[in-house]
């Protein structure tokens, strides 16, 4: 039986949708479903692409780090580890598997590329929750 999505396509997919979700559903802070859904992220990654070990660690160690952030309510670095940094990296790292971004693939070019991405996610939430606002604004007057 042949599968619906080639592996490295529905992680692709799933990457979106963790973003999708820090851009939507946590707007303003990251709580213990986010790190639920990161760590989700996290183990269908360990079953779909090849990563280097020094890598594996790397996100190892981010994983238990945001659990670590929630369980010790560490406001201030929480944007560290929500949804939209989380899927960001996850998306970096399938799409660096395929060698698709940035070419080589390793530590170093996948922090530079994670950056680069979680910066335009991280923007992108920005300017909806402002949208959201302007619009929960417009509803009440109307």
Not at 126 to 139: G, I, P, Q, T
Request: net charge positive; aromatic share 14%.
């Amino acid at each position: 039986m042949d599968t619906i999505l080639s592996p490295q396509f529905a992680m692709i997919l799933s990457a979106l949708l963790v973003i999708y979700i820090g851009i939507v559903v946590e707007k303003y802070y990251v709580s213990w479903s986010s790190v639920y859904t990161n760590t989700l992220s996290f183990v269908v990654m360990l079953g779909t692409i090849a990563m280097s070990d020094y890598v594996f660690l790397l996100l190892l160690a981010y994983t238990i780090m945001g659990y670590a952030a929630v369980k010790l309510r560490l406001r201030r670095i929480f944007p560290l580890f929500g949804c939209k940094t989380y899927g960001s990296l996850v998306l970096v790292l399938t799409l660096g598997s395929e060698g698709l971004l940035f070419g080589l693939y390793n530590v170093i070019t996948v922090l530079v590329s994670w950056a680069v991405v979680a910066l335009v996610v991280h923007l992108i939430g920005y300017k909806y929750v402002k949208y959201s606002r302007r619009k929960k604004a417009w509803l009440k007057r109307h």
